[in-house]
């Protein structure tokens, strides 16, 4: 299948191992969930980070196009979402019927009232919102990790 998307230097952004760290204490993954990293990196930071058994990733540049993706037994999908593709991939997320829960990084107004409704009629509500500071991308930017699961009874938390 033909790739939806070239690389570029603008998508190569590593997650620092600290961020990945602490945001993946905000997740409630079972060892026997099903977790997709939908733009893993070369490294593969999530996954090695995540202690589960079943992990799956895709990574443009292993021709392992997120968007083209096919498995609708997802339990979680995490990742850093690529800021310029942002729409395209939250498009294929609300696409692939996850069944647990969603983790991504974002630039913090990516997560708008009206893609929350989307996620609302999926069965999504917001658990967390973790303000990132990653003064590892040239002058440090301010992302988000959104928590979103199917616990309609979760109490969004804002952590700075």
Known sequence: MPLIYESSEKNDIETPLRIVIECVKLLNINDNDYVLDCCSGLNNIWLDNINCKNKDYCEIKLNKDFLTYQNNNIDWIVGNLPFNLFSKFFKKIIDLNVNKGIGIICLEHSITPSRIIILKSK????????????????????????VFTKDKNSFCEVLQ
């Not at 069965?123 to 301010?142: A, P, T, V």
């Open 123 to 146: 069965g999504f509500y917001i658990k967390y919102i973790r303000k990132l500071k990653i003064k590892e991308w040239k002058f440090g930017f301010n992302v988000c990790f959104f």
